[in-house]
């Protein structure tokens, strides 16, 4: 009886052996393999003083709203110098247009007096020609056709110079404007400064680009902070995995497999997972200074490539799952 008892418990031993065993065929696994999150650094777009904080450290904030203030009396007179450009603009432009309105009512006048000066001139001329019929047969003077020749020359020269006076009011309008086209760069050149100062002045609220924690906060009041200085880090509580097999395990990885995950911080509490995506290169290709075997002694190393996976999260560890957290990962494979 003893005897059959060790026989059956050696093959009942054999067998979940052996059951293990095919059931690891089954799986890849990798303990290098880290949670990760699309974290977003925050930087000021303009510089100056910090007067104002509105966060706090580790706390939750939303897309929009504000995390820090900016000192902006600088950027609020600069508002103030544009808006005033733009009033010396519109009244440059007021004043042009009235001095257009009154050179177009000179053409006018310009016009009407050279078809006085026509009629005078064609007029004198006409007398001109009767005088010098009545000349030839002694009926006038010389006295007489000279003072109306004079006349005539006078009424010539008059529409000459009414014809001057026409084209030189002519020209006068024609430099207003020109001159209307450069104050309307002007204002348009004052305007695009006040869109802009007025854009910086808005960026001295900093606000919070993404929904996020806020971690990594190295901005207080009264420090000097300017662009490209990252000063607030935003974490998502959107995470996923990035499981680094090596290129010996990758064989029958495929996209939509189950995933087996169990974190450090919860050993207790295993997750599910699936294989979102795999990267179409290996790790090393990404390094400062990518490996070059063409040179020198060449040691063969098993390259690792990451796996995206996506992580089914139970309620309980929504928000409790960090970037940078270490896990064990297994694919379920399919041969």
């Known amino acids: 009886?003893?005897?059959?008892?060790?026989?059956?418990?050696?093959?009942?031993?054999?067998?979940?052996?052996?059951?293990?065993?095919?059931?690891e065929q089954d799986y890849v696994t990798t303990d290098n393999a880290y949670v990760k999150a699309d974290i977003t650094v925050v930087s000021p777009e303009v510089s100056g003083s910090v007067v104002e904080l509105f966060i706090e450290d580790n706390q939750w904030v939303q897309a929009g709203d504000p995390l820090f203030a900016i000192d902006s009396q600088d950027y609020q007179a600069n508002v103030n110098i544009a808006k005033a450009a733009i009033d010396v603009a519109k009244s440059?432009?007021?004043?042009?247009?009235?001095?257009?309105?009154?050179?177009?009512?000179?053409?006018?006048?310009?016009?009407?007096?050279?078809?006085?000066?026509?009629?005078?001139?064609?007029?004198?001329?006409?007398?001109?020609?009767?005088?010098?019929?009545?000349?030839?047969s002694s009926s006038i003077s010389q006295t007489a056709f000279d003072n109306q020749n004079t006349k005539a020359i006078e009424a010539e020269v008059k529409l000459k110079n009414a014809y001057l006076v026409l084209e030189a009011t002519k020209k006068q309008l024609d430099t207003l404007s020109a001159e209307r086209e450069q104050l309307k760069a002007q204002r348009l050149q004052a305007e695009s400064k006040l869109a802009l100062n007025t854009i910086a002045l808005n960026r001295t609220i900093v606000k919070a680009p993404v929904d996020g924690y806020i971690a990594n906060r190295q901005v207080q009041t009264g420090k000097f902070v300017q662009p490209g200085m990252g000063v607030v880090t935003l974490v998502p509580s959107e995470v996923w995995l990035e499981a680094n097999f090596k290129e010996t395990q990758l064989a029958h990885v495929v996209v939509g497999q189950t995933v087996n995950v169990v974190l450090d911080m919860f050993p207790d509490k295993p997750l599910q997972g699936v294989v979102d995506s795999v990267t179409p290169a290996t790790g090393a290709q990404?390094?400062?200074?990518?490996?070059?075997?063409?040179?020198?002694?060449?040691?063969?190393?098993?390259?690792?490539?990451?796996?995206?996976?996506?992580?089914?999260?139970?309620?309980?560890?929504?928000?409790?799952?960090?970037?940078?957290?270490?896990?064990?990962?297994?694919?379920?494979?399919?041969?």
């Open 1 to 23: 009886m003893k005897k059959t008892l060790i026989v059956l418990t050696a093959v009942t031993m054999l067998l979940l052996g052996g059951w293990k065993y095919w059931e």
């Open 92 to 136: 440059a432009l007021n004043n042009n247009a009235s001095r257009i309105r009154l050179q177009q009512v000179s053409i006018e006048q310009a016009t009407a007096a050279i078809q006085g000066a026509k009629a005078n001139a064609a007029l004198q001329q006409s007398e001109r020609e009767r005088f010098s019929k009545l000349l030839r």
């Open 286 to 335: 990404f390094s400062l200074l990518p490996p070059q075997n063409a040179t020198g002694n060449f040691v063969k190393v098993v390259q690792r490539v990451p796996v995206k996976i996506r992580l089914n999260l139970p309620d309980h560890l929504q928000g409790r799952i960090y970037p940078g957290l270490s896990a064990i990962a297994s694919v379920r494979i399919i041969r």
